[in-house]
């Protein structure tokens, strides 16, 4: 049985039992496109596995990525919610029926039972590696007609859930601008790419490496990617201003994954196309405003201390977990940061929350706007006790994530 990767790093076992969705009414197409891209299948090829009673979904049970799956598994049964389905445990070899049907919030539970997430690892990218894919980048991107260079929508470092060597796609604008595998320009100067085959492979083969020790080194190479997109940002590659804010930069796993936003949030100025790339094609989770917090005015009249709190105070203006997590209104984050005198104990940093009981989570203070050079030091979260604040955050704090927003909305979910 060949695995397949959902968040880029699953792990086929040979003998392995086996969850199978399988959707017994055609879906209306609104659904049929969501399917499409939950699972990377054709629009009519979930028609037509709905009409002849196949499988959506059928894949190994224990492997490697089970949390995961829980929330694949949670999303399809979201978007069929209201059409007649069924969810089976099916033995390695066998077939589903009757006999096979679960309950779903029963495997839910199984897939989350006893798993306490790892700490954080901050992923450190490759340098000399980023460098040789920024200048394949670059001489792909050369190859482009002068018409589509000049009206790029977005452009895509893609690997595999096997983490295999990277290619590029690039997308003008219309109505497939997020496609990225129907793309005319899908693999564009793919020639260059092929070129660090051997450099690319040098660092292993995920197959061989632990659970842990596989999930850091896909992460290691998703940074290389980014680092190798923000290099050529840091030239200008993209432009500059309004003309750079049209260009989407992308880090994109096939088949997509909720974490390709958290590239996508660091790679890229607060914009019109990348807000319309949230909403119209990020499988990220959503996060929800809840009490005591509204919906986010219109206006803010603080400027936000670090790029990401523009976003989420667009969303809500503030964040009030079941767990305590707390990320601060605009109209409180200076008074927060006065009291605990953070600029005098931990100058360039900015408390932009804590975890009700004591532990404060920091951020380095942007110097403006978005800067390519700063974007990914930025974004980094760590958590530290108030009462312990220092100039050495980043030695003396946990290391947490570098996606608030992604961060918060998977703990919301779970809490």
């Not at 089976?88 to 199984?110: F, I, K, S």
Request: with cysteine.
């Amino acid at each position: 049985m060949t695995g397949w990767a959902y968040g880029g790093r699953a792990v086929s076992a040979p003998e392995t039992e086996r969850v199978v969705i399988v959707l017994r009414e055609r879906p209306p197409a609104a659904v049929a496109m969501r399917l499409h891209r939950l699972l990377s299948i054709g629009a009519a090829e979930v028609l037509k596995r709905a009409d002849d009673a196949q499988p959506l979904l059928d894949r190994g049970l224990w492997l490697n990525d089970r949390i995961p799956l829980a929330h694949l598994l949670r999303d399809v049964v979201d978007a069929v919610a209201g059409l007649a389905f069924d969810v089976h445990v099916v033995a390695p070899e066998g077939a589903a029926g009757p006999d096979t049907v679960t309950d779903v919030q029963v495997l839910w539970n199984m897939l989350l039972a006893d798993r306490e997430a790892p700490p954080a690892v901050r992923p450190e990218p490759d340098l000399e590696l980023a460098r040789a894919i920024a200048d394949a980048t670059r001489a792909a991107l050369s190859e482009l007609p002068g018409s589509v260079a000049d009206d790029l929508c977005a452009v895509a470092l893609v690997t595999t859930g096997d983490g295999l060597r990277p290619y590029l796609t690039v997308t003008v604008d219309g109505d497939e601008r997020w496609d990225l595998a129907a793309s005319e320009f899908a693999l564009i100067g793919d020639e260059h790419f092929e070129a660090l085959r051997d450099v690319w492979d040098a660092r292993g083969d995920l197959y061989e490496l632990d659970d842990e020790a596989l999930d850091v080194e896909f992460a290691v190479r998703l940074a290389t990617l980014e680092e190798a997109l923000r290099l050529l940002d840091i030239e200008g590659v993209f432009g500059a201003g309004e003309a750079r804010q049209q260009v989407l930069l992308l880090v994109a796993t096939m088949p997509p994954d909720p974490s390709d936003a958290a590239y996508a949030r660091r790679l890229n100025p607060d914009g019109p196309r990348f807000r319309d790339w949230l909403r119209e094609a990020s499988e990220a989770p959503e996060l929800v405003p809840a009490p005591p917090y509204p919906e986010a005015t219109p206006t803010v009249d603080v400027t936000p201390p670090v790029p990401v709190l523009a976003e989420l105070w667009s969303i809500s203006r503030g964040v009030l977990l079941a767990d305590g997590t707390q990320i601060y209104a605009p109209e409180d984050i200076e008074e927060r940061n006065e009291t605990f005198q953070v600029a005098e104990y931990a100058p360039g940093w900015v408390l932009v929350g804590d975890d009700g009981g004591g532990l404060g989570y920091l951020m380095r203070r942007a110097a403006g706007g978005f800067d390519p050079v700063e974007s990914r030091a930025v974004a980094e979260v760590y958590r530290l006790d108030v009462g312990a604040l220092s100039d050495r955050i980043t030695d003396d704090g946990e290391y947490i994530t570098d996606d608030l927003i992604g961060w918060l909305a998977t703990r919301n979910g779970d809490c």
